[in-house]
């Protein structure tokens, strides 16, 4: 026994050395010790040890060790309790909170669903009963029981078109009739064309794609109630196509008898027909269209894609390439005959995938990954609705008679639940009441609703209460529980609170300290000077002879403004600029001016071009000289703030012990 608890004693102290030399302390800056895991960790994130040379990693110990200087400076100066900084700091923890607040796994199987439906095409009718997400449960049921009976009728043979115009509460599925009791827009029946994934609304769409051909779904809920859904059609994608149509369309006028109407169809198919003959021969639509004496024009349609237009006017591109001509298509607007310009297939890369996910952040299917995220937790914290069977009501039964109508206006008083004390669920061992969710209430009234019952919205509070209580519990706990991403927002914090520290003792106090600025431009200026520039008379003329006489009068030294005087007396033959320039600064310039002969001693030349008719007068040679501040201004800026951040740099190291185990860190690539 005795030799059993010493082996245990000195296997522990073992393991304590080991341990503490394993991951020894490799840098002392100041207050902060440096261990080599923690050094290694960094490096490796955006290094490989394994192509690592002792010089490169020698030149990030530096870096590193200024690194952590600055930010011990910027918490010492108390930079993290500015509010601007802390804002940030929140909206970069809630954007990098957002991928553990959801379910990995149900993430990847909404992506890899998404990115399959893409691949298909459905055309689809649907019959619509009315009902809230969080109607009470009468009001559900008598909904489910409506849409069922619907269903039922059509299972026995009555035409889904009928019955929508009839009973569903999408009414676009009825004739639209004016005041006179005429047709103003005919009704879909239901019909709502052909959709890909993203069309429609995410619990719409799921029932679509899980229904077969030819097939009615039994009731699909989404947030406007409940669907039955008839499948129609399934293709393969149609992608995104550009076209050319011929329109030939109806007389639509309200005033034609029932017989003009057959006549004005009889008309325009027979008109189409004959287009599309003449087209088949090899007939541009223009010319087809003249050949026919038809005065309407191709029209070029955008690209679209399945859902753009009516179910049938889609039908008729499935299958055609790019150059391909339809068959005359058929739609409530009249005949078409549609010539594809562009097809653009749907592609399935890291773009697409990219796309998709971005597209789900956007769309209510991103819930199903958060539904799920919100019962994992729940069950992992042994969450509990709490019910005492020997009371009347429940316990979120109790707000129905305590919130009134003063609630859409957002006066409900919390006072008026101050006699409510019962609990209503136990969560991460923890009870919450009915005041703890009065006070929710209270916080998130439901300003500017109207015409929905309180029951339904005391409902939608609770559940939105519960998931918010489980987020925010999960969300408290995400540093401790990952330690990635405790590191992330270590990271993010250090960088906002340098990058302030940054702000303040180099870049902005380097644009903003004009004195400091001169003071510094005075020290360098010559650093910064013009090369030899010439001073000069730049002359262009109309014509080899003004040419000549220029040339003539400038060897005499005739003034500038007298020469143009005398050569533009009747009209302008010559113009002048005063210019200074240096050489390579402006190639006209260049080409006429021999700069070997300009030495800086001031000697006057006259210069000709005369292919050109251009000539230079020079008037006087310029030496080296500073070039003035704010002509360089950028530069001098930016040399001052390296000035700048060497002098912080100075500093820090002089303010701050120092010791690096340079063999230690050294050997993590020997």
Known sequence: MIKAILFGLIFGFVMQVWAQTDDPVVMKLGKEEIKLSNFKNTYQKNNDLKKTTEQELRDYIDLYINFRLKYAEAEELHLDTIVALQEELASYRKQAAEKYLTDKEVNDKIVEEALERMKWDIRASHILKNVLSDAMPADTLAAYNAIMKIRSRILKGESFAEVAAK??????????MSAGGEVIKKGNGGDLGYFTAFDLIYAFETGAYNTPVGQISMPVRSEFGYHLIFVQDKKPALGKIKATQILLPYNNSPNLTASEKEQDATAVKEKITNLYTDIQKGDSFEDALK?????????????????????????GLYGLKKGDVSKPINTSFGWHIVKIDEVEPVVIDDETRSSVKNKILRDSRSNKSKEAFIERVKSENKFKELVD??????????FYT???SSIYSGDWNLSQADHLSRNMFSFADKNYTQYDFAKYLYKHQFQGIQNIDVKVLINYAYREFIENT????EDNRLEEKYPEFADLMKEYKEGILLYELSEIKVWRKAEIDTVGLENYYQTVKENHLYPVRLKAEFYRSTDAATTKKVVAMLVKEVSGNKIMAKMNKKSITLIMDTVTYWEGQNQQFDNIVDWTKINGKGIYFVFVNTQENELVRSLEILPPSPKPLNEIK???VSDYQNLLEKEWIESVHKNNSIWVDYDKILSLIK
């Open 634 to 636: 950028g530069v001098i």
């Open 470 to 473: 489980v987020e925010e519990y």
């Open 291 to 315: 050949k026919q004496n038809i005065a309407e024009k191709p029209g070029q349609l955008p690209l679209f894609g399945c859902n753009r237009f009516e179910g049938d006017f889609i039908l």
């Open 402 to 404: 305590v919130v009134d």
């Open 167 to 176: 009973e569903s509460d999408d009414l676009s599925a009825r004739d639209k």
């Open 389 to 398: 069977k020997k009371m009347k009501t429940t316990p979120l039964e109790d």
